[in-house]
């Protein structure tokens, strides 16, 4: 069964930081790109950061670019998003996507989200 699994979500004061990890289990890990993918209340889905399968190619949003770090662990199965200087309207249900294309086919799995709410 394939799971990605995410944690590390909470309630966090404006400037504060949070590490959200996605475990992931069910597939090939290290074969698949990585992403997180927020969706703040009332607004649609925005990918937030990005990371290939070998992790040594990301990408940002603007918004969050010096701010956060996408991160994974091969060996663990795991993802990271570590987030530093945190804003209120970084507030979001954070979900992690893993996605593999080649040219017979593609997959995509999500996880089922963790919240990060930024107030004072």
């Known amino acids: 069964e394939v799971q990605l699994v995410e944690s590390g979500g909470g309630l966090v004061q404006p400037g504060g930081s949070l590490r959200l990890s996605c475990a992931a289990s069910?597939?090939?890990?290290?074969?698949?790109?990585m992403s997180w993918v927020r969706q703040a209340p009332g607004k649609g889905l925005e990918s937030v950061s990005g990371i290939n399968s070998g992790g040594f190619n990301t990408a940002y949003v603007d918004s969050v670019k010096g701010r956060f770090t996408i991160s994974r662990d091969n060996a663990k199965n795991t993802a990271y998003l570590r987030m530093n200087n945190l804003k209120p309207q970084d507030t979001a249900v954070y979900y992690c996507?893993?996605?593999?294309?080649?040219?017979?086919?593609?997959?995509?799995?999500w996880g089922e989200g963790t919240l990060v709410t930024v107030s004072s």
């Open positions: 996507y893993a996605a593999v294309r080649t040219r017979v086919y593609a997959m995509n799995y």
């Open positions: 069910g597939f090939t890990f290290s074969t698949y790109a």
